[in-house]
Each structure stands twice: as C-alpha cells, then as structure tokens.
C-alpha cells in the first residue's frame, strides 16, 4: 500500500510563491501518473494538475495554467507542486493522490485516483 505525505504548505500574501511536495512511501508510485487536487471551505474537491507516469505529458486546469507548475523526481518518488502568483481564491488544502492505473497520461478526474494524502492547508492573504 502506497502513502502519500503533502508539505509545505503555510500563509503567503497575495502575488507570492509557494511550492507544496507530496512524498510517497510503502510502494513506488514511478509507474503513475500523479495529480494535484485542492478543496477549500464549502466548495468541491476540484482538479489542479497532473503529470504522466514518464512526465512526458502534464494537464492542467485551465484557470491556473501559466501559474502552476506540477513537476515529479520519480526517482526520489516524490511530486511537486510550485504556486506563482498566488491569489486569495487559491486558498484551500491541496491534496496529491496516484492514479487508478499504472501508465496513465494524467486524468483530470478525481475518481480516476486512489491513495489520497491527508492534504497541506495553503493559505494565500489580500
């Protein structure tokens, strides 16, 4: 069974950076595509970013695409998470999950995903 650990999250002003990590232990999620979530207060969980299992491909949600980055170490079985620009409506937990499948190009859909992590509180300040 594979466990997924978010960090890194915290307080930032409006327009900085953050950048969240998501660790994986127990099993090697090498082999599969990894995604990016966030839920804040009331709303639903919604996609953020995913990257294929060989980070040949990366999907994101269109209203953060060019502020968002999703990268991953396979190796170091880790993937990663850098917020630019950051704004108040950015505020929520943001939670890393592996996907259903090994060899997946990166879905778009939470129920394509299993092993969620607990998530990281980002919270961003006007």
């Known amino acids: 069974q594979v466990q997924l650990v978010e960090s890194g999250g915290g307080l930032v002003q409006a327009g900085g950076s953050l950048s969240v990590s998501c660790a994986a232990s127990?099993?090697?999620?090498?082999?599969?595509?990894m995604g990016w979530f966030r839920q804040a207060p009331g709303k639903d969980r919604e996609f953020v970013a995913a990257?294929?299992?060989?980070?040949?491909?990366?999907n994101y949600a269109d209203s953060l695409k060019g502020r968002f980055t999703i990268s991953r170490d396979r190796p170091m079985n880790t993937v990663y998470l850098q917020m630019n620009s950051l704004k108040p409506e950015d505020t929520a937990i943001y939670y890393c999950?592996?996907?259903?499948?090994?060899?997946?190009?990166?879905?778009?859909?939470?129920?394509?995903?299993?092993?969620w992590g607990q998530g990281t509180q980002v919270t961003v300040s006007s």
């Open positions: 999950a592996r996907e259903l499948s090994p060899y997946g190009v990166g879905s778009r859909r939470a129920d394509d995903f299993r092993n």
């Open positions: 127990g099993r090697t999620v090498a082999n599969y595509a």
């Open positions: 990257m294929s299992w060989n980070e040949r491909n990366t």
